[in-house]
């Protein structure tokens, strides 16, 4: 990629940067060792600038205004910028965009001396590749912070805004540079062509077997249907059918996909939150059989009023064949619904009919939009918002806890393949109608005929959405409390976790405090006669001051500390004690939680971890690996509150070494104190 974005006028096209960056994103994940990144970056981006300073050389017969890629414009960009800079534009094009794929090219052609434009050549390739490797490690470790300092709710928001964030930018250079790739591949493509046709061997090959190159010939056609048309909506149907085979293949015979799929959706459960669980419903009702009648009926009643009635059958042979068949293929394969989803749906999983419905009948709506609208602005709107709609539906699906993934895929390939089918029917009846209608829309009656059909279809999901109740698995509302004879019989009666979390579900620390207390003021007050703070909520000032204190090695008693999680939530209250350092770089922590059990004498149980910090990560604090020797510090303190009235020490986890969030090891026995507060 860095070579590419490096190669003359083409790279102006290829975005290596941000690729770039994104390979350094990953190294601060673990996947790659930066020198390594740096150690292909740097040669690829080098290579690249050599290749397009010999091309310059060969002087200015290769542009002209008709060329698609090398045109004068872009040339009398790069000549200005070198004439400003002079030879260190070779190193300073390099940072900048457009100019970085053009300066190469201009130094050749200005006869630059080769040993002075290897020197600044090979200094500029490995700078801009330590940079940008190096950007993006950085920028993975600020998303590593992030990843430690928020609670799953607020993590989940950050992934959704990237992904609509690059889901945006990919929209935007479509929309500005697609049009001028189709016509450098076209472009490129009728090169090819010409060149291979005018090379003689190839002539007298040609020659020798006229009937299967005339049949070849014949498959390129654009004047009719049985032409370049029908080839490739061929060549898309048989390639969905191949990878829609290799998805039934995989659930029947491949370990690594079952394994993919649990493991996805046990991380969704992890990320679980009730007013996302009622969004995601809400999204996916768009796939429901119900609105998938309701929008079939409007969009047909729009095509009849816009005089389009050539769509209408293969329009309802999508709809009707891809649901019928998902059917049948849920009968075949029979297979079971993923644990633990969010509502119970009485059909086998695979493939998921709701990622069927939703490429056959809003594929088929951007198909016929894409056909029948004027602009590339408005193709590339509706394109784009007709896919999100429709990934929007099969992350519902997931997010749900109703499908696996290889479910979702499955059926996104299934009712791809009756979508080009329907797609190669409509394109039969449009070549035999021969016409090309565009002002569909002009007279004042069909504009007010389609607004209110769209508003009907608009009002009535609405309706749907809001008075749709599946049944539930968990519970939507508050939760029901528990009464229960003792605190550890509660765990195994419940399946409750003895752990801590990570923010992505992995087993961390075990609980070591189950306390037993009548309400939360009772807790709190506990823990300040014991000579603990409460925690300040995690915010733009706490963040700042806990930052500068960590720096300036000073106090700050109540600072806020990293969330951790159990049972899927966020520890409900944060608890910290000063070392005899008084620096905020060490301190002792508790995270406990409320849960929903109480006894019979009115009580409640809150659960806990405590741990001791004794320096600094990168990124976060560094936890002392004895963990067992912080649980009987805690215990200590809290004897010494004066309201404690009895305690148990119970063997509660196996012994284990483990590591946290960050990756600090710690070990522990394994035993947890059980307390009972006055």
Do not use: C
């Amino acid at each position: 990629v860095s070579f590419l974005e490096s190669f003359a006028f083409v790279g102006a096209f290829i975005p290596g940067a941000l690729f770039v960056v994104l390979m350094g994103a990953l190294a601060a994940k673990g996947f790659y060792l930066p020198v390594i990144l740096i150690g292909f970056a740097a040669p690829g981006a080098i290579l690249g600038d050599i290749l397009s300073y010999y091309l310059g050389r060969r002087g200015t017969k290769l542009f002209g205004e008709e060329n698609k890629i090398l045109k004068l414009s872009h040339l009398e960009q790069g000549e200005n910028f070198f004439k400003k800079h002079g030879n260190k534009s070779v190193f300073l094009g390099r940072f900048i965009g457009l100019v970085r794929a053009i300066i190469p090219f201009v130094a050749g052609l200005f006869k630059m001396e080769k040993k002075k434009f290897f020197f600044w050549d090979i200094l500029s390739g490995l700078a801009w590749a330590i940079v940008y490797i190096y950007l993006g490690f950085f920028f993975g470790q600020a998303w590593k912070i992030i990843e430690i300092w928020t609670n799953r709710i607020g993590y989940f928001l950050v992934i959704l805004s990237l992904f609509f964030f690059l889901f945006w930018l990919l929209k935007r250079f479509i929309l500005r540079q697609g049009r001028q790739i189709a016509a450098i591949s076209k472009s490129l493509w009728s090169s090819i062509k010409q060149g291979v046709a005018s090379n003689q061997d190839m002539e007298k090959f040609v020659s020798k077997h006229p009937k299967v190159f005339g049949f070849l010939k014949r498959r390129f056609q654009r004047q009719e249907f049985s032409g370049l048309t029908l080839t490739f909506l061929s060549l898309a149907f048989v390639y969905l059918f191949f990878l829609f085979s290799g998805v039934i293949i995989d659930i029947l015979s491949s370990d690594f996909v079952l394994s993919i799929d649990q493991n996805i959706v046990h991380l969704f459960i992890a990320f679980r939150h009730p007013w996302a669980v009622r969004f995601f419903l809400w999204v996916t009702v768009l796939g429901r059989w119900e609105t998938t009648i309701l929008f079939t009926a409007i969009f047909s009643l729009l095509l009849l009023l816009w005089r389009k009635r050539e769509y209408l059958i293969p329009f309802w042979i999508s709809i009707s064949g891809s649901a019928a068949s998902g059917f049948l293929a849920k009968l075949i394969f029979h297979r079971p619904r993923p644990e633990d989803p969010v509502y119970i749906e009485p059909s086998y999983s695979f493939p998921s009919g709701h990622s069927i419905v939703a490429v056959a009948l809003y594929g088929y709506m951007i198909y016929f939009f894409w056909r029948n609208v004027n602009t590339w602005k408005n193709k590339i709107n509706v394109l784009f918002g007709g896919l999100l709609v429709i990934l929007a539906i099969g992350f519902s699906r997931l997010y749900l806890g109703v499908h696996f993934l290889s479910d979702v895929w499955g059926g996104y390939l299934l009712g791809g393949l009756w979508l080009v089918a329907s797609i190669g029917l409509s394109e039969k009846l449009l070549f035999r109608k021969k016409e090309r209608i565009y002002t569909w829309l002009s007279p004042l009656w069909l504009r007010t005929g389609t607004a209110v059909l769209v508003l009907t279809g608009a009002v009535s999901y609405v309706v749907f959405a809001r008075a749709y109740k599946p049944p539930f698995n968990i519970s939507m509302e508050e939760p029901v409390q528990i009464v229960a004879q003792g605190p550890i019989e509660v765990f195994s009666a419940n399946g409750l976790p003895r752990n801590t979390e990570t923010l992505t579900g992995n087993v961390q620390e075990p609980l070591n405090f189950l306390i037993v207390a009548r309400d939360d003021d009772e807790l709190l007050e506990t823990f300040k006669k014991a000579g603990w703070y409460s925690a300040d909520p995690i915010n733009f000032t706490s963040m700042n001051k806990i930052i500068r204190a960590v720096i300036f090695n000073q106090s700050y008693v109540s600072g806020p500390i990293s969330p951790y999680f159990w049972n899927t939530e966020v520890n409900d209250f944060g608890f910290e004690k000063p070392t005899e350092t008084n620096s905020a770089r060490q301190r002792h922590h508790a995270r406990f939680w409320r849960t929903d059990i109480s006894f019979n004498d009115g009580t409640r149980l809150y659960v806990g971890s405590a741990s001791l910090d004794v320096g600094m990560n990168l990124v976060t604090h560094r936890i002392s690996p004895d963990i067992d020797t912080e649980r009987e510090f805690l215990l200590s303190n809290l004897m010494k509150s004066g309201l404690v009235t009895r305690y148990e020490r119970k063997q509660f986890t196996k012994p284990l070494i483990g590591q946290d969030y960050t990756g600090d090891q710690y070990f522990t026995d394994g035993k947890s104190y059980v307390i009972y507060l006055k």
